[in-house]
DNA sequence: TTCTATGCAAAAGCTTTGCAAATCA
DNA sequence: TGATTTGCAAAGCTTTTGCATAGAA
């Protein structure tokens, strides 16, 4: 299943409608990979021809987020980000504190860490953002 | 050495003054654990008998966030929150999405965890946070 | 046809900044 | 004394909201 019929889906069972705007932005946060926030998202889309107001992306990424297509990460400032995870697996973060650059890594630990977590204090664990923050191989020689 | 003493090293270094809304700004984030955002400080220090403008408590969060006083934690929410962490040991967040609540952990795989990805990716890990989100155990009961 | 979604512009946070007056070293 | 800091108010950002109009189903 892709992920306009994910986004489809979600959106019939709230009884909610799949409009021309909803679709646009769903297709252009899925042409890129990386981090986003509301402004790239509607300059990219007005770069593609698509004139949405971010009155209405705004709203849309609030469904997607409760979609479950994308996501929001922490990239530090003060505004909100997003990702987009469908059909990607999960991952976790390593910024670079010094120029800025980010990995994204995946590792099998964090998730055991998540469950002996979650047991420890009787939580319910859905899911987790964990974030390296340090100085990477270039800007170490520096 | 207390914190008043790191901050009034700090603040040596950089050639900056130790002014009394500084002073107080620190005492009031020191008397209560958690996290706070700038205007719960506002608040707190009126509620002391200190008015000091926010604009003041914005830049002195600045300056000790940079004399590594306080740092900045992802809330989720639009703004931002800080916690102090002189004298305290590091620890993560475990978030109820239901209710709000809020568990601080300190776990060591997240450590060794840190040092395996860090070697991995040939960065010079510095700091890290983990947030596990989830829902607690009275949420789940409903 | 009916109810939801959009676009606009205004409002609403939160944070930063310019500048004259106050304050620290 | 001389440079930095403060407070105020204004400006800047990002995000949200009210409402008339457009558009799905």
Same mark, same amino acid.
């Given at each position: 299943? @892709?992920?306009?019929?994910?986004?489809? %889906?979600?959106?019939?069972?709230?009884?909610? #409608?799949?409009?021309?705007? !909803?679709?646009?932005?769903? $297709?252009?946060?899925?042409?890129?990979? @990386?981090?986003?926030?509301? $402004? $790239?998202?509607? =300059?990219?889309?007005? #770069? @593609? *021809?698509? /004139?949405?107001? %971010?009155?209405?992306?705004? &709203?849309?990424?609030?469904?997607?987020?409760?979609?479950?297509?994308?996501?929001?990460?922490?990239?530090? #400032? *003060?505004? !909100?980000? =997003?990702?987009? +995870?469908?059909?990607?697996?999960?991952?976790?973060?390593? +910024?670079?504190?010094?120029? @800025? #650059?980010?990995?994204? =890594?995946? $590792?099998?630990?964090?998730?055991?860490?998540?469950?002996?977590?979650? !047991?420890?204090?009787?939580?319910? *664990?859905?899911?987790?953002?964990? &974030? +390296?923050? *340090? /100085?990477?191989?270039?800007? &170490?020689?520096?």
């Amino acid at each position: 299943m @892709g992920y306009l019929e994910t986004f489809r %889906k979600y959106l019939a069972s709230e009884e909610l #409608k799949l409009t021309r705007q !909803r679709a646009a932005i769903l $297709d252009g946060i899925f042409v890129t990979h @990386g981090h986003f926030d509301a $402004d $790239d998202l509607f =300059f990219a889309l007005r #770069k @593609g *021809g698509k /004139r949405i107001s %971010k009155a209405t992306v705004y &709203r849309t990424l609030e469904l997607l987020t409760a979609a479950g297509l994308i996501r929001e990460v922490d990239v530090g #400032k *003060g505004h !909100r980000a =997003f990702e987009h +995870i469908f059909g990607r697996s999960h991952h976790d973060h390593l +910024i670079c504190t010094s120029c @800025g #650059k980010m990995v994204e =890594f995946d $590792d099998p630990v964090v998730e055991e860490l998540q469950n002996r977590v979650c !047991r420890r204090f009787s939580f319910q *664990g859905e899911s987790h953002s964990l &974030r +390296i923050l *340090g /100085r990477c191989a270039s800007c &170490r020689k520096r």
